[in-house]
């Protein structure tokens, strides 16, 4: 298994330019999330999905929409880039189903900086 | 959400036990305590997770408080390997996300 996959790596962004960042898992998770992390901060939850057609806001959705079409991948896309989502952005996936003891993959993270 | 403290930092020397500490005073009942760890420049990974009693895996242990208030990661024996940030997260039952404080950055000295 792959895990879970992120792409790009890396993404320098104009401001106001938009894009979507990729995530895509191969262990048939139910749940996927996106998180963001500023520098010397803890990882804070942007939107999540329980499953394909189903997506929620986390704490920080402000400035991105996400899709969830498939079980395998939840794409992110920034509307309308600004330099405070400068961040590196990490997605998750999970089984699924509110089980408190369940295993989280985190994917590599993509790098984005707005200029 | 069940709010938790640790330690900004910690240092160990190489081939030490590491002890690091996590309060998490208001964790209900039914909350399984979680620790990721966080090497640079990659995503969180996985350590060990548990309910009331103590547990192990080949990565670390986990000390549980017999109140559940406080737990403990154990790492054995450091290596330089291990420096990375620890995440003590109380998964709530119920719940979907995972909830990511600070943590603590551990270094490791050769």
């Known amino acids: 298994n792959a895990g879970v996959t992120q792409t790009p790596k890396f993404q320098v962004l104009k401001t106001g330019q938009s894009m979507t960042l990729q995530c895509a898992q191969d262990?048939?998770?139910?749940?996927m999330s996106w998180y963001r992390q500023d520098p010397g901060m803890g990882l804070r939850l942007i939107h999540y999905s329980v499953g394909a057609g189903i997506t929620d806001q986390g704490e920080v959705p402000n400035g991105y929409n996400v899709s969830r079409s498939t079980t395998e991948d939840f794409p992110l896309r920034l509307l309308s880039a600004a330099p405070s989502q400068t961040s590196v952005y990490f997605c998750?996936?999970?089984?699924?189903?509110?089980?408190?003891?369940?295993?989280?993959?985190f994917g590599p993270g993509t790098r984005l900086l707005v200029l | 959400d069940a709010k938790t403290t640790q330690p900004n930092s910690m240092e160990s020397n190489e081939e030490e036990p590491v002890h690091l500490p996590c309060n998490h005073s208001t964790i209900s009942g039914t909350d399984y305590i979680h620790w990721y760890r966080q090497l640079p420049s990659q995503g969180p990974e996985y350590v060990i997770h548990?309910?009331?009693s103590n547990v192990n895996n080949r990565m670390a242990s986990l000390a549980i408080a017999e109140d559940r208030k406080s737990s403990t990661l154990i790492l054995h024996r450091a290596t330089l390997r291990d420096a990375a940030v620890y995440y003590c997260i109380p998964f709530q039952t119920g719940a979907n996300n995972l909830f990511f404080g600070t943590g603590t950055r551990l270094t490791v000295i050769p």
């Open positions: 548990g309910l009331t």
């Open positions: 262990m048939n998770h139910e749940y």
């Open positions: 998750a996936s999970r089984q699924g189903g509110q089980k408190s003891w369940e295993t989280q993959y």
